[in-house]
């Protein structure tokens, strides 16, 4: 075993060793660091998470009625295709993207390149345009920031070493593949918090509420409690988390008209 071991690539090492960084790391951490957009810390978090257990029951008395719950599928479609087509236009976006709406009751929203999709559930959760434009924002994010390509690409090494390893000494691709998905899922929840941060930009560029981003993630934070737990196997940051960030970036647009968000030559 350790003969084989000598054997591995050093991509193999790369990946174990980055895993274990950010497993060491982590817990200590004051601030959950971000490149892009406002600092949280988890201070922060653990007050929210508090106020939002204590909000709970009562939210629960007083919820809300969805407006597009009774649409259709045609109604969900053109809502989504005209929030998007506004925002891209406004943001001065080059991509050519097709919006869709999915039959789904996940409570989800996705991009993939030239596609941005909606669940019927996520449109059945939102309460506003202005929401609706906060969680399409966010997806146009993504794709204008290139994430689904960045993913792709930070999660070959991974799936390469694990064959490898793998056909070097079985059972051990396994191993590979868990250390080095800690480092891709770190990666996407950087991601995610680029695509918050922007998406609220477009949204507030194309004239709806910033302030609505911090609503949505407080409903899922009341409706979803699973989603205010974000350990280091989750793709995403917590809820709270993000409804935090939503309001620092919300607060930061206050009084101000149309921003330049133009990447920095």
Same mark, same amino acid.
């Given at each position: 075993?350790?003969?084989?071991?000598?054997?591995?690539?050093?991509?193999?090492?790369?990946?174990?060793?980055?895993?274990?960084?950010?497993?060491?790391?982590?817990?200590?951490?004051?601030?959950?660091?971000?490149?892009?957009?406002?600092?949280?810390?988890?201070?922060?978090?653990?007050?929210?998470?508090?106020?939002?257990?204590?909000?709970?029951?009562?939210?629960?008395?007083?919820?809300?009625?969805?407006?597009?719950?009774?649409?259709?599928?045609?109604?969900?479609?053109?809502?989504?295709?005209?929030?998007?087509?506004?925002?891209?236009?406004?943001?001065?976006?080059?991509?050519?993207?097709?919006?869709?709406?999915?039959? /789904?009751? %996940?409570?989800?929203?996705? $991009?993939?390149?030239?596609?941005? #999709? *909606?669940?019927? =559930?996520?449109?059945? @959760? +939102?309460?506003?345009?202005?929401?609706?434009?906060?969680?399409?924002?966010?997806?146009?994010?993504?794709?204008?920031?290139?994430?689904?390509?960045?993913?792709?690409?930070?999660?070959?090494?991974?799936?390469?070493? /694990?064959? %490898?390893?793998?056909?070097? $000494?079985?059972?051990?691709?396994? #191993? *590979?593949?868990? =250390?080095?998905?800690? @480092? +891709?899922?770190?990666?996407?929840?950087?991601?995610?918090?680029?695509?918050?941060?922007?998406?609220?930009?477009?949204?507030?560029?194309?004239?709806?509420?910033?302030?609505?981003?911090?609503?949505?993630?407080?409903?899922?934070?009341?409706?979803?409690?699973?989603?205010?737990?974000?350990?280091?196997?989750?793709?995403?940051?917590?809820?709270?988390?993000?409804?935090?960030?939503?309001?620092?970036?919300?607060?930061?647009?206050?009084?101000?008209?149309?921003?330049?968000?133009?990447?920095?030559?």
């Amino acid at each position: 075993m350790l003969a084989a071991t000598k054997r591995f690539p050093s991509v193999i090492y790369s990946i174990i060793i980055m895993a274990v960084i950010l497993l060491a790391s982590a817990p200590g951490c004051e601030y959950l660091e971000t490149a892009t957009g406002p600092q949280v810390t988890r201070d922060e978090i653990r007050r929210q998470t508090q106020a939002t257990e204590a909000r709970r029951e009562q939210y629960k008395k007083s919820r809300l009625q969805h407006p597009y719950a009774g649409k259709s599928a045609a109604q969900h479609e053109e809502i989504v295709n005209r929030i998007g087509s506004r925002i891209l236009n406004e943001s001065g976006s080059r991509m050519d993207v097709n919006f869709k709406v999915d039959k /789904s009751e %996940a409570v989800n929203a996705a $991009a993939s390149p030239g596609q941005i #999709v *909606v669940s019927t =559930g996520m449109m059945r @959760f +939102v309460q506003s345009e202005d929401e609706l434009a906060a969680v399409i924002g966010h997806e146009i994010a993504h794709l204008e920031k290139g994430h689904v390509t960045k993913t792709m690409i930070a999660s070959a090494p991974v799936i390469i070493g /694990s064959m %490898a390893a793998e056909k070097i $000494a079985p059972g051990s691709g396994r #191993v *590979v593949q868990m =250390g080095g998905s800690i @480092f +891709v899922l770190k990666f996407s929840r950087d991601m995610e918090r680029e695509a918050d941060y922007y998406g609220i930009l477009y949204a507030h560029n194309a004239g709806y509420d910033a302030s609505a981003g911090i609503n949505v993630w407080e409903r899922f934070a009341l409706e979803l409690p699973e989603s205010q737990q974000a350990g280091i196997f989750s793709s995403h940051p917590s809820s709270t988390e993000r409804m935090i960030r939503a309001r620092k970036i919300a607060d930061g647009l206050k009084g101000k008209g149309k921003v330049d968000i133009s990447p920095a030559k």
